[in-house]
């Protein structure tokens, strides 16, 4: 589930995992580094019910996907340009990170949803530091849509369906 921000995409993406049969767990890459994300992490909790299971992960995406993706499961993973943000301030390698996502992704047994922000429709960034973030953010997004069955772009709470 690609979109801007606050264009519906989490919504949208929780709607579609609700729908799947199976356990639901979701996995939360965001840090509460200030009281503004402590809130919009809160918001997000409270639009799920107790059938949710969750799993705070910041770094080892892969490593939680190859751990529980399986059994009938269902996995919301929200989101996937948090998880790169961390890893970008953690001064990971970002490529190795993103192999080791896809790879998940490719032995999974379970239906997976992902949230990524699209970053790439604005200005060209003022500093090196969110280029960098930008164009990772960018091929990011273009290998975990390749591993996936369907791909959608939220845009004013609307989805259109770009592969599948």
Known sequence: MLG?????????AQ???????????FVATAQAFDGEMAERI????????????TIEEPVDLPGVIAAVA?????????????WLSNLLLAEADLDAASDALVD???RAEANIVFV?????FGIVPDN??????????????QRVAAAC???????AGLPLRIKG
């Open 116 to 120: 990524s922000n699209e970053v790439g």
């Open 4 to 12: 801007g921000a606050r264009s519906g995409k989490s919504r949208h």
């Open 15 to 25: 709607a579609i995992a609700e729908a799947c049969a199976g356990e639901r767990v």
């Open 104 to 106: 998940a992704i490719q």
């Open 42 to 53: 809160a918001l997000h909790q409270r639009d799920r019910d107790a059938s949710w299971r």
């Open 149 to 155: 069955d369907v791909v959608e772009l939220v845009v």
């Open 70 to 82: 399986g059994g009938g499961r269902v996995l919301l993973v929200d989101c996937l340009t948090l």
């Open 128 to 141: 090196a530091l969110a280029r960098r973030f930008r164009d990772a953010a960018g091929r990011l997004n």
